[in-house]
């Protein structure tokens, strides 16, 4: 705030506002810059009273102003998305930082999802990349870049070999067939060669494959989500809710 007294006073000049005070200034060339710090002022509206002290041409005199000091603080947007799951285009959302009461300094941003259909399953994931913190510097607005990824359905197929029932039985008729007398070998040589029959005669059907089981994997559940960022500097945080359409 400058304070100006026609003529060139001299004297001093103090600023007061509820329990602020910013002292004795000197008046220079018949004025003062007063520089108030940030916070020392109660948010709303303030009465400013300045006080002139005289001197031997100008008598004292005091005069008042009225300020609205606003808060500093943070306002968050984001622009809605709509995607079908596994999309890896459209799916960003421009996340805006807008100061407020003269903020600067470092922003770091989160998301989480905070709202979704009933029984959601494979949920969709939220990513800042390289732009998780942003920083202001000034009264322009800040962008990240938020990322959301989701999941298509999918449908697998495990197979397992079947064994056949008749395997044993096909053994047994092949053993019979092959002339194998019991009465010129011994019964052991001839359980050899069943066994062995046997064992031959599944591994090849068991070769033929078997039944299918499918296994399924549903994907991002269609439905509207509530995506809530949240950006956060020292103590100062601020929230808002994007809106996340999964097709």
């Known amino acids: ?91 960003t959302s421009t996340i805006t930082v807008t100061p407020t009461g003269g903020f600067t300094g470092n922003v770091v941003l989160t998301a989480a999802i905070t709202s979704s259909p009933s029984g959601a399953q494979d949920l969709p994931g939220l990513n800042f990349g390289t732009t998780s913190q942003i920083s202001i510097t000034g009264t322009s607005a800040g962008t990240a870049t938020l990322t959301i990824f989701t999941t298509v359905a999918s449908v697998g197929k495990l197979s397992y070999p079947k064994v056949r029932w008749y395997a044993a039985g096909a053994a047994l008729v092949c053993f019979l067939l092959s002339g194998v007398s019991l ?55 601020a929230q808002n809710t994007i809106n996340l359409t999964v097709q």
């Open 1 to 91: 705030m400058t304070v100006a007294v026609s003529g060139n006073p001299t004297g001093t000049v103090a600023l007061t506002s509820g329990s602020y005070s910013s002292g004795v200034i000197a008046l220079n060339s018949g004025s003062a810059s007063i520089l108030i710090p940030a916070g020392a002022l109660a948010v709303g509206n303030d009465t400013l009273t300045v006080s002139y002290s005289g001197d031997s041409n100008y008598i004292a005199n005091s005069g008042t102003a009225s300020v609205l000091v606003v808060p500093q603080g943070l306002a968050i947007s984001g622009t809605a998305v709509t995607v079908a799951p596994g999309d890896v285009t459209g799916n």
């Open 183 to 237: 009465r010129r070998r011994s019964l052991w040589q001839g359980l050899a060669m069943f066994v062995f029959i046997a064992i031959f005669v599944g591994g090849l059907s068991s070769c033929g494959g078997g039944s299918n089981s499918i296994v399924s994997n549903p994907g991002t559940t269609a439905g509207a989500y509530t995506i809530t960022v949240t950006g956060t500097s020292g103590a100062l945080t």
